[in-house]
């Protein structure tokens, strides 16, 4: 089986790093401190994308992007807040990453993922042969953090626990992903997946939305 994700010595110079940590570091706190939610996938304002793009930071993902054929990817952030009571129950909700229209219109197939912030080598698990067309699939609507509703694919069930065991051990596990200004990764995203988070600290994950298949990234693995 080839795996679906890349772990790749990765770092921002300093200047990336502390431009990044000034942009994203009130986002993290109004999260933490407003957001229902304990986790999602937070929307960049386009001034801030803005912003990014005119940034060193993003020369240097653009440089590193083209090493491996990529075309230019699209920012974007996931937050995790510290919870009151670290969760019991570490297991990630099973999803796929889709955008578009009505939030699902066409699948992520690869992202990379930067920690920026938080609990490093955090669990990341697949169910590789589950995909958008799948009757373990489901659309569940879901109110954003900027309070507008869209649709995501997720794991048919209700609640964490029946979830996964309707699907049964994941076929693929892997908690060394992530590591702060040393290694990143590239994690495939069109397939069911879920990110067994804890809680126990604030997480920030600086994520680049590819187009490209993760065919792409297969041939990089076999090297």
């Known amino acids: 089986m080839t795996k679906p994700y890349l772990t790749v010595p990765f770092a921002f110079s300093s200047e990336s790093w502390t431009f990044l940590q000034q942009q994203f570091d009130p986002l993290v706190l109004d999260y933490q401190q407003n957001a229902p939610q304990p986790s999602a996938l937070v929307s960049i304002r386009p001034e801030m994308v803005t912003a990014i793009k005119q ?3 993003w020369q240097e993902v653009l440089k590193f992007s083209a090493q491996y054929g990529l075309s230019e990817p699209y920012p974007q952030l996931f937050i995790y807040k510290q919870l009151e009571s670290p969760r019991r129950l ?4 099973p999803h796929i990453d889709t955008t578009g229209q009505g939030g699902i219109e066409i699948d992520v197939p690869v992202r990379f993922n930067v920690l920026l912030n938080g609990d490093e080598n955090t669990e990341m698990v697949w169910w590789t042969s589950v995909n958008r067309h799948s009757p373990h699939i489901v659309e569940y609507m879901l109110t954003r953090p900027d309070g507008t509703r869209a649709g995501r694919l997720q794991a048919v069930g209700n609640g964490l626990k029946e979830q996964w065991d309707q699907l ?16 990143a990764s590239f994690v495939r995203t069109d397939v069911l997946h879920a990110l067994n988070w804890t809680g126990a600290a604030p997480r920030l994950v600086f994520s680049l939305r590819y187009t490209d298949p993760w065919s792409v990234m297969s041939a990089h693995q076999a090297q």
């Open 90 to 93: 570490i297991l990630g909700n």
């Open 55 to 57: 940034s060193t930071a």
């Open 168 to 183: 049964g051990e994941p076929d693929c596990r892997c908690a060394t992903l992530a590591k702060k200004q040393q290694y």
